[in-house]
């Protein structure tokens, strides 16, 4: 980063060390972290630091107290992080972006894709975004569990016309069929363009084997939503984790 | 049952014995047996034989196709067959109850729930029924996965006014969290009357501990909610799942 970007700086909040049972820190804790860093004029971004389980737990408390500071940044992350990102566009505040955190470098990972997450959230660098945003069509990504928890809500924004990206992980093939589902018969989603998959990784066992790919599976289930399936996209719990800028890029 | 009710006769349908890959016969095959026995003018309720996965993805063929013989009878199952039964309750087909199904009766299990399950179905006999129906109001009970797959779709039935009991087994605290995120916020669910807690069995280990008790949660998202919680009830995944006739019973 220093080398790389010298005339600009990460500043980690003290939020993010902290430990509340699952959480970094309580919900209070959490959501007084985000609304001064979100509301600081002074931050271009918001890098998210890392996923698991939790944001959706803040939305009630933060979306209310965004400010004109908010509604300029660019904020960045995936899978749990979907919660906010998702809460973000579906109120028109700011620019939600799709993209590694920081977290995701480590031992078995060079970073390649926190490059790319670095290289969009500073220079507005293309190369790292999806190569299926090609199209010039809106998009917006999301884990499959997220989405689906966001579903029937206020937070789940408004996707017509929008190519929807999907991934998942760690999960066995009977809770993605489970999901797939839910989002066919979303009514929120009926306007949206089209569905391209990401990564499915580290799936579950399923006991008794499944008797369906992912693939078919995908595909059975755009044709029950009647929703065009456009094939794969380069997201997800991956080392090559693309950048997906909601929206057009 | 034959010393019990021998007026009665339980017909298995021989799809119950099929097998494809996760389920007990393709959809195409357990689509014909559910329509064959429900639209059956001869038979007099539907009780399913187990839950697990899988009756989601018949809903679309089954539910337009559901004639007068249909509409007269009871459904019984729980778990998974919450799929059914909500889809056939939000179109008002016949008398849908969660209950406990034939396959419920094991090695570590006298069969209590399936006599009372049994004497409801063929007596209306109200010694099974939960006792926190006796308020008089009108009630619906789901596993909290089924009931938060179906939210956003319209099998979701209606259910302003009702008291929405749920259970949950074999998740981990941080998942059973997000999906009472999900229930809490889902708009469909805004008008309920209020909210009571079965069993949570089998609880799934959550690393790090969460730190908090499901007791503590369901009051949390209940406040986030605006709905009252009003304490537990006496179904789920147990040797005491009681009976629970959708609407007034």
Same mark, same amino acid.
């Given at each position: 980063?220093?080398?790389?970007?010298?005339?600009?700086?990460?500043? @980690?909040?003290?939020?993010?060390?902290?430990?509340?049972?699952?959480? !970094?820190?309580?919900?209070?804790?959490? +959501?007084?972290? @985000?609304?001064?860093?979100?509301? $600081?004029?002074?931050? $271009?971004? #918001?890098?998210?630091?890392?996923?698991?389980?939790?944001?959706? *737990?803040? =939305?009630?408390?933060?979306?209310?107290?965004?400010?004109? +500071?908010?509604?300029?940044?660019?904020?960045?992350?995936? %899978? $749990?992080?979907?919660? &906010?990102?998702?809460?973000?566009?579906?109120?028109? #505040?700011?620019?939600?972006?799709?993209?590694?955190?920081?977290? %995701?470098?480590?031992?078995? $990972?060079?970073?390649?894709?926190?490059?790319?997450? =670095?290289?969009?959230?500073?220079?507005?660098?293309?190369?790292? =975004?999806?190569?299926? /945003?090609?199209?010039?069509?809106?998009?917006?990504?999301?884990? /499959?569990? #997220? /989405?689906?928890? =966001?579903?029937?809500?206020?937070?789940?924004?408004? &996707?017509?016309?929008?190519?929807?990206?999907?991934?998942?992980?760690?999960?066995?093939?009977? *809770?993605?069929?489970?999901? /797939?589902?839910?989002?066919?018969?979303?009514?929120?989603?009926?306007?949206? !363009?089209?569905?391209?998959?990401?990564?499915?990784?580290?799936?579950?066992?399923?006991?008794?084997?499944?008797?369906?790919?992912?693939?078919?599976? #995908?595909?059975?289930?755009?044709?029950?939503?009647?929703?065009?399936?456009?094939?794969?996209?380069?997201?997800?719990?991956?080392?090559?984790?693309?950048?997906?800028?909601?929206?057009? +890029?």
């Amino acid at each position: 980063m220093a080398l790389t970007y010298p005339e600009h700086e990460i500043v @980690f909040h003290p939020q993010c060390y902290l430990s509340a049972g699952h959480f !970094a820190g309580t919900d209070a804790e959490r +959501a007084a972290a @985000f609304l001064e860093f979100a509301n $600081d004029p002074v931050i $271009d971004a #918001i890098w998210f630091a890392r996923g698991g389980y939790g944001s959706n *737990r803040i =939305l009630d408390a933060v979306m209310p107290h965004l400010g004109d +500071a908010a509604r300029r940044k660019t904020y960045m992350g995936f %899978s $749990d992080m979907g919660f &906010l990102l998702g809460a973000l566009y579906a109120r028109g #505040i700011g620019h939600p972006v799709h993209a590694s955190m920081a977290s %995701s470098i480590g031992k078995n $990972d060079a970073g390649v894709d926190t490059g790319w997450a =670095l290289g969009w959230l500073i220079d507005r660098d293309r190369r790292g =975004l999806d190569p299926a /945003l090609a199209d010039g069509r809106p998009a917006a990504a999301f884990n /499959l569990a #997220i /989405l689906t928890a =966001l579903i029937g809500s206020k937070y789940l924004p408004d &996707l017509t016309d929008h190519v929807l990206m999907i991934e998942e992980v760690d999960e066995p093939l009977y *809770r993605i069929d489970r999901m /797939l589902f839910n989002m066919a018969h979303a009514e929120q989603l009926k306007g949206i !363009a089209g569905i391209r998959l990401g990564a499915v990784t580290a799936i579950a066992e399923n006991d008794p084997p499944f008797g369906e790919t992912v693939d078919e599976m #995908i595909l059975r289930w755009c044709k029950e939503m009647g929703v065009p399936y456009l094939g794969r996209c380069a997201i997800g719990h991956v080392s090559t984790n693309h950048v997906v800028p909601f929206g057009v +890029a």
